[in-house]
Structure formats: structure tokens, C-alpha cells
């Protein structure tokens, strides 16, 4: 069954790339949210936030990126669930080719798509201050986070796109993981926040990440931090996977 | 495949079962499709037949019972059976986003054959679709789109095609395009599925015809053979020979238990 994993896995990435480079306002549109909360809360909301940072785009880009991912996977439960509406994912499943490179084509392209997003969104930042003195490892390592939280939330959106019995469903499950951000430090700083609202917000996986994100843009140390980020991250990973296998096989037996 | 001394049918079910949650969809269908043939499977809507399809291509399993394709037991050889068959299901399985010509390649290169570009553009010339071929499907009738969806089916000429309803919701020329492509394949020694609600279809097209109902095979013969079927007394009320449509209705109004 593994013979033609890679192979096929490439020939049906090419098709859904063609999808996104055919249709690129599904990349715009992930895009546009997380820039109008970027301008609202910089230019309406900023002046009367105080994080003690100087910068507050730099204090903000982390929030905002996770935003633009947790609604850009939608697309991936969208395109999941078109398939499968369309018969085109029978007529793969009933061609002799490795199986399960139907499901990896669209968990690598919910990356690119999502990562040319987070490219656009970053550019925009950099047009209102963001500014950063990380090196290509700091870099490297903020990349491999979003990445690793893409990958995440993708399989999140598998389990959607297998499940769901209509367009809407297949989309809808994204809101409260967009809503996430809003309860962490993404925005605010969380000590001002009253208790049990700041007990979550200080062990919800999007705080870690968002607070490892600023210190690689700030060159400060990581500190343990990274870690529960990245545990956060795989713990998640590795639930989503299990639980999307276990979706396909009630679908597929 | 076939090395015995007499040609093992194409397609064998035996015993064939399945139910989703209380519903008994099939009951133990048994039918044999001889190499090269056609055979329509006639039945009702929600009748089984888009499930026993669906099992022969081993997109489902069957509860109870065995099945084999062109040799291959579907349960334990369906790597074997998915290169021998291909699968056109009720909806044209085809990408709009893709051009004609682009979801041809694709369907070729899935199937690992050398050449893809000439494989797309040999079968958009076959099917008339060669001046749409690098248009986006989207943007297709409903008849190219259908006529697209089975020349993908025929990239690399498996030897056993599925077709589940392949002219619903056609218009009558675009039909009839369909029933040319689906004879042509027979002529060349591909044997062709194929379900259908539509009993002049089964009429025009099929060597042999089952009839489907209540989940079991109730009647399969040829056309000629399901029409000694038709009770006698019947034919002195009726002027012409009896339509497949009069025996259809006549076998399943008739039909207590068994055959």
C-alpha cells in the first residue's frame, strides 16, 4: 500500500495547490480578519492598553498570527468536505493508489495555504512598526511553532471535514478555536484579568505560545516556557490525529 | 485471472450482505457477470444498488457473504481489485477547478501510467471533448461533464468498469452518448456494471439484466429470458411485445418470497 505514498501524495498536493493558486482569495480572506483586528486594536484600542512594551504591533503579531491560522483551517475542512461531497475522494479511494496520501495532500496544502497568509499578514505588521531584532534561528523557531500549531489545528479540521454533514458544519467548528486568542495574552497582558478568567487564560495553550512567539521576536530567553508550548502543540497534534483516523475509519471501514 | 479452462466470470457474488444500523439493504444477492458483458442492475430507488456497488470498488464491506472481482476477493485483495476496476459513481467525480485535460492527467498519473499528457489528450479527442479540454469543468453541461467523468474512468483501461446511474439527469442526447461510449467499451472487451432506474436503459444496453428488489436478485436473465418471465394470460391484453417496463413491474407485483 506505501509503494506509491510519496508519489501520489505529490500528484494530489499539485492538485490542491492548483486550487489555492485558482482561487487566491482564499488565502485573502484568511487574511483579512486578523489584519482589521490587528489596525482596530492598534490604532482604536492601543493607545488605552498598556503592556509594558513599547511596541504594541510587536506585543500583538503573535495573537493575531494564531487568529489568522485557527480561521485558516476552515478552508482545509471546506476542500476536505467538498471532496467527499463530490465523489472525488470514492473515485481516489476506489484507484489503486496509497490511500491515506488523500488525506496528507490537503493536511500539507492547509500549511502552504496557511503559511502564505501568515506571510501576508507579517508584511502588513512590518507596514505598521512591527520590528524585530531576531536572528534566522529566532525565526526559525517561530516558523516551526506556527508550523507545528498549523499541523495541529489542520488534523482538528480533518476530523470537521470527515464528520460534517453539511458545508456549514464542515466550517463552523473554527469560531471558538479563533475565540481562543481573545483569552490569553495575546491582547493583554493577563494580571489584570479577574481571577478564575486569568487562571484559564494563564494555562491555555494559545498563552504559552503567544509568550514564547514575543520572546523569540524580542531575542529574549525562552526560558521553560517553549516547552509547554510545544507540548501544548504535540499533545494537541497527536489527540487530533487519533481522533481524524478514528473518523476515517467510521467513515471508510 | 483466468487460467482455468473455462472463463471465470468477471464478477462473482455470493451470499452478498449488508445493513446500515436496522435498515437490510441487501439480503443475500448472488449474480455472476461474464467477461466483456454487460449487465445492468435494475431496481427502486434505495433498492441496493448503489451498495453493491459500492462493495465490488471496496469502498464498503460487506457484512456476510463473498464477492470477487476479476479474480480478486474484494475483502482480502482490494489493492488487486482497485487496478482492475474503476468506479464511475452517481455524481460526475471530476474537479471544476481543474481544466478537462488537467483532471485527466491527474487520474493518470494516479494510476502510475508513462505518457500522461498524451493519455489526457487521446481520450479528450475519443470523447469530443478535445476544444474544451482546457477549459475549467466548472464551466461544463452536465453531458460533458458525464462524458469527461467516464473518460477518466477509462484511463488506463481497466478491465471492469462500475457505472451507478451514469445517465441521470442527462438530457436524451446526452444519453445516448453515453449508451454509444458504454457499447463501444463492450465491443472492446471491457465488461461493464452498470445500475440504472431507467428500464429502456437496461433494455437498449445490457446482455444480461438483475433485478433487484427488496435486497435480494429476484430475476436475472436476458432480456429475452425475463420476458418468458411475463405471464402468459397477460399477453393476450397487450398488442405490442411487452416492454421491460410491463415484465419490471409484473416480476416485483408478483413476487411473494423466493423466486
Redesign the interface.
Same mark, same amino acid.
Given at each position: 500500500?506505501a509503494t +506509491?505514498f510519496f508519489?501520489?501524495t505529490k500528484? =494530489?498536493l499539485g492538485?490542491s495547490l492548483? +486550487?489555492i493558486a485558482?482561487?487566491p482569495d482564499t488565502i485573502i480572506t484568511v487574511t483579512i480578519t486578523p489584519i482589521a483586528l490587528m489596525l482596530l486594536f492598534v490604532y482604536v484600542f492601543g493607545g488605552a492598553i498598556s503592556t509594558g512594551t513599547g511596541n504594541y504591533v510587536n506585543y500583538l503579531l503573535p495573537g493575531i498570527l494564531l487568529i489568522a491560522i485557527a480561521s485558516g483551517i476552515a478552508y482545509t475542512a471546506f476542500r476536505l468536505f467538498t471532496d467527499l461531497q463530490?465523489?472525488?475522494f470514492?473515485?481516489? +479511494?476506489?484507484?489503486?493508489?496509497a490511500r491515506s496520501s488523500v488525506l496528507w495532500a490537503h493536511v500539507i496544502t492547509s500549511l502552504v495555504a496557511n503559511g502564505l497568509s501568515l506571510v501576508i499578514i507579517v508584511l502588513v505588521a512590518l507596514l505598521m512598526g512591527f520590528r524585530t531584532p531576531a536572528g534566522p534561528l529566532a525565526w526559525m523557531g517561530v516558523a516551526g511553532i506556527l508550523a507545528l500549531f498549523t499541523l495541529a489545528l489542520t488534523w482538528v479540521a480533518v476530523i470537521a471535514g470527515l464528520s460534517a454533514k453539511s458545508v456549514d458544519g464542515a466550517g463552523g467548528f473554527s469560531y471558538p478555536l479563533i475565540f481562543l486568542p481573545f483569552i490569553s495574552s495575546a491582547f493583554v497582558p493577563t494580571d489584570t484579568m479577574p481571577g478564575p478568567v486569568r487562571a484559564f487564560a494563564e494555562n491555555q495553550p494559545v498563552t504559552a505560545i503567544v509568550n514564547t512567539i514575543q520572546d523569540l521576536f524580542a531575542e529574549r530567553p525562552v526560558g521553560s516556557g517553549i516547552w509547554v508550548a510545544l507540548a501544548w502543540c504535540v499533545s494537541a497534534l497527536v489527540v487530533a490525529y487519533v481522533l481524524a483516523m478514528a473518523a476515517y475509519r467510521k467513515r471508510?471501514? | 485471472m483466468a487460467t482455468q479452462q473455462e472463463p471465470a466470470p468477471a464478477i462473482r457474488v455470493r451470499g452478498m450482505e449488508k445493513s446500515f444500523k436496522d435498515l437490510h439493504v441487501l439480503r443475500g444477492v448472488d449474480f455472476d457477470v461474464a467477461q466483456g458483458s454487460i449487465y445492468a442492475l435494475l431496481g427502486s430507488n434505495g433498492a441496493g444498488k448503489t451498495t453493491i456497488i459500492?462493495i465490488l470498488?471496496?469502498?464498503?464491506?460487506q457484512d456476510a457473504g463473498t464477492a470477487s472481482v476479476n479474480g480478486f476477493d474484494v475483502g482480502t485483495h482490494p489493492?488487486a481489485v482497485?487496478?482492475s476496476?474503476? =468506479?464511475t459513481?452517481?455524481?460526475?467525480?471530476?474537479?471544476?477547478? =481543474?481544466t478537462g485535460r488537467?483532471n485527466l492527467v491527474?487520474?493518470a498519473?494516479?494510476? +502510475?501510467l508513462a505518457g500522461p499528457g498524451g493519455i489526457a489528450d487521446d481520450a479528450l479527442a475519443q470523447f469530443n471533448l478535445a476544444d474544451a479540454g482546457t477549459r475549467?469543468v466548472a464551466t461544463y453541461s452536465g453531458g460533458m461533464r458525464r462524458r469527461l467523468d467516464i473518460a477518466?474512468s477509462l484511463v488506463g483501461n481497466p478491465p471492469v468498469i462500475f457505472l451507478d446511474e451514469p445517465t441521470t439527469g442527462l438530457d436524451p442526447e446526452a444519453r445516448k452518448d453515453v449508451w454509444q461510449v458504454v457499447r463501444t467499451l463492450a465491443g472492446q472487451g471491457t465488461t461493464v456494471v452498470l445500475t440504472t432506474q431507467y428500464l429502456d436503459e437496461a433494455e437498449q444496453l445490457a446482455d444480461r439484466i438483475g433485478i433487484l428488489h427488496q435486497g435480494r436478485i429476484i430475476a436475472d436473465a436476458t432480456l429475452a429470458g425475463l420476458k418468458q418471465l411475463l405471464p402468459p394470460a397477460r399477453t393476450e391484453y397487450v398488442e405490442k411485445q411487452p416492454s421491460l417496463e410491463d415484465i419490471f413491474l409484473a416480476i416485483i407485483g408478483n413476487n411473494a418470497p423466493g423466486r
Amino acid at each position: 500500500m506505501a509503494t +506509491h505514498f510519496f508519489s501520489d501524495t505529490k500528484v =494530489l498536493l499539485g492538485r490542491s495547490l492548483r +486550487h489555492i493558486a485558482r482561487s487566491p482569495d482564499t488565502i485573502i480572506t484568511v487574511t483579512i480578519t486578523p489584519i482589521a483586528l490587528m489596525l482596530l486594536f492598534v490604532y482604536v484600542f492601543g493607545g488605552a492598553i498598556s503592556t509594558g512594551t513599547g511596541n504594541y504591533v510587536n506585543y500583538l503579531l503573535p495573537g493575531i498570527l494564531l487568529i489568522a491560522i485557527a480561521s485558516g483551517i476552515a478552508y482545509t475542512a471546506f476542500r476536505l468536505f467538498t471532496d467527499l461531497q463530490g465523489g472525488i475522494f470514492d473515485r481516489f +479511494h476506489s484507484m489503486p493508489i496509497a490511500r491515506s496520501s488523500v488525506l496528507w495532500a490537503h493536511v500539507i496544502t492547509s500549511l502552504v495555504a496557511n503559511g502564505l497568509s501568515l506571510v501576508i499578514i507579517v508584511l502588513v505588521a512590518l507596514l505598521m512598526g512591527f520590528r524585530t531584532p531576531a536572528g534566522p534561528l529566532a525565526w526559525m523557531g517561530v516558523a516551526g511553532i506556527l508550523a507545528l500549531f498549523t499541523l495541529a489545528l489542520t488534523w482538528v479540521a480533518v476530523i470537521a471535514g470527515l464528520s460534517a454533514k453539511s458545508v456549514d458544519g464542515a466550517g463552523g467548528f473554527s469560531y471558538p478555536l479563533i475565540f481562543l486568542p481573545f483569552i490569553s495574552s495575546a491582547f493583554v497582558p493577563t494580571d489584570t484579568m479577574p481571577g478564575p478568567v486569568r487562571a484559564f487564560a494563564e494555562n491555555q495553550p494559545v498563552t504559552a505560545i503567544v509568550n514564547t512567539i514575543q520572546d523569540l521576536f524580542a531575542e529574549r530567553p525562552v526560558g521553560s516556557g517553549i516547552w509547554v508550548a510545544l507540548a501544548w502543540c504535540v499533545s494537541a497534534l497527536v489527540v487530533a490525529y487519533v481522533l481524524a483516523m478514528a473518523a476515517y475509519r467510521k467513515r471508510f471501514p | 485471472m483466468a487460467t482455468q479452462q473455462e472463463p471465470a466470470p468477471a464478477i462473482r457474488v455470493r451470499g452478498m450482505e449488508k445493513s446500515f444500523k436496522d435498515l437490510h439493504v441487501l439480503r443475500g444477492v448472488d449474480f455472476d457477470v461474464a467477461q466483456g458483458s454487460i449487465y445492468a442492475l435494475l431496481g427502486s430507488n434505495g433498492a441496493g444498488k448503489t451498495t453493491i456497488i459500492r462493495i465490488l470498488s471496496t469502498l464498503l464491506r460487506q457484512d456476510a457473504g463473498t464477492a470477487s472481482v476479476n479474480g480478486f476477493d474484494v475483502g482480502t485483495h482490494p489493492l488487486a481489485v482497485r487496478q482492475s476496476i474503476s =468506479l464511475t459513481g452517481q455524481f460526475a467525480a471530476v474537479d471544476e477547478i =481543474l481544466t478537462g485535460r488537467e483532471n485527466l492527467v491527474l487520474v493518470a498519473r494516479l494510476r +502510475h501510467l508513462a505518457g500522461p499528457g498524451g493519455i489526457a489528450d487521446d481520450a479528450l479527442a475519443q470523447f469530443n471533448l478535445a476544444d474544451a479540454g482546457t477549459r475549467k469543468v466548472a464551466t461544463y453541461s452536465g453531458g460533458m461533464r458525464r462524458r469527461l467523468d467516464i473518460a477518466m474512468s477509462l484511463v488506463g483501461n481497466p478491465p471492469v468498469i462500475f457505472l451507478d446511474e451514469p445517465t441521470t439527469g442527462l438530457d436524451p442526447e446526452a444519453r445516448k452518448d453515453v449508451w454509444q461510449v458504454v457499447r463501444t467499451l463492450a465491443g472492446q472487451g471491457t465488461t461493464v456494471v452498470l445500475t440504472t432506474q431507467y428500464l429502456d436503459e437496461a433494455e437498449q444496453l445490457a446482455d444480461r439484466i438483475g433485478i433487484l428488489h427488496q435486497g435480494r436478485i429476484i430475476a436475472d436473465a436476458t432480456l429475452a429470458g425475463l420476458k418468458q418471465l411475463l405471464p402468459p394470460a397477460r399477453t393476450e391484453y397487450v398488442e405490442k411485445q411487452p416492454s421491460l417496463e410491463d415484465i419490471f413491474l409484473a416480476i416485483i407485483g408478483n413476487n411473494a418470497p423466493g423466486r
